[in-house]
């Protein structure tokens, strides 16, 4: 296992940096479902959504409820998202008539957002929004709309707070750019 300073190309956005967009997502949703009278839902999309999604919650002052999916894409490398999803965990929740937040870390080809929001639609939410800290908006394929944003970020490949390389790295309080040679890969 290497050390992520071995292959850390910068730091992208410090813990700092990090936090206070949080915060300020935080805020903004508690304005935007003020009305919602308890029927927010938060929708974490394991793994990478999970500290995004645990310090989301705690600077939202609405109440809510959370729950978590978790889906894998095929037919391509790891690295690529082919947006095949496949639901391997479903929701504990029916989110008939609920107002439907789905909190991600990073949309890139938004293939997995896409797909996730095709699912939910189904199920009829009351309302169903995107929340995602990260956009590399560069890389899009599919329009996918995305109502809350933290960061929109360059086409780089990145780790840190639930961003994994090889499943690890996840709980870095930064987000890195991976030198993917100096990782070996
Ligand atoms: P999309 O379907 O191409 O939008 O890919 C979204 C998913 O790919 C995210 O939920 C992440 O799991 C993964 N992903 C995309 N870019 C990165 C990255 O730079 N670092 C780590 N995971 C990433």
């Known amino acids: 296992m290497q050390n992520y300073q071995d292959f850390l190309a910068e730091t992208l956005i410090d813990p700092e940096t990090l936090q206070q967009r949080v915060r300020e997502l935080g805020a903004e949703i508690s304005r935007d479902y ?23 919650m705690r600077c939202i002052a609405v109440p809510h409820r959370i729950d978590f999916m978790a889906i894998s894409s095929y037919g ?48 009829q939410p009351a309302s169903l929004k995107v929340c995602a800290l990260l956009d590399k908006e560069s890389r899009r394929e599919v329009e996918v709309p995305i109502h809350y944003r933290g960061f929109n970020i360059p086409d780089a490949y990145v780790f840190g707070y639930g961003l994994d390389i090889d499943e690890y790295y996840r709980n870095l309080p930064f987000i890195g750019v991976v030198d993917l040679e100096k990782y070996g890969k």
């Open 34 to 56: 003020a009305d919602a009278n308890g029927n927010l839902l938060l929708i974490c999309i394991l793994r990478g959504g999970v500290p995004f999604l645990v310090d989301l």
């Open 76 to 123: 391509v490398g790891a690295r690529e998202s082919s947006g095949n999803v496949r639901l391997t965990m479903d929701l504990m929740t029916n989110i008939k008539d609920k107002h439907v937040l789905l909190v991600e870390d990073i949309i890139d080809s938004g293939r997995t957002i896409a797909s996730v929001l095709e699912l939910l639609g189904t199920r």
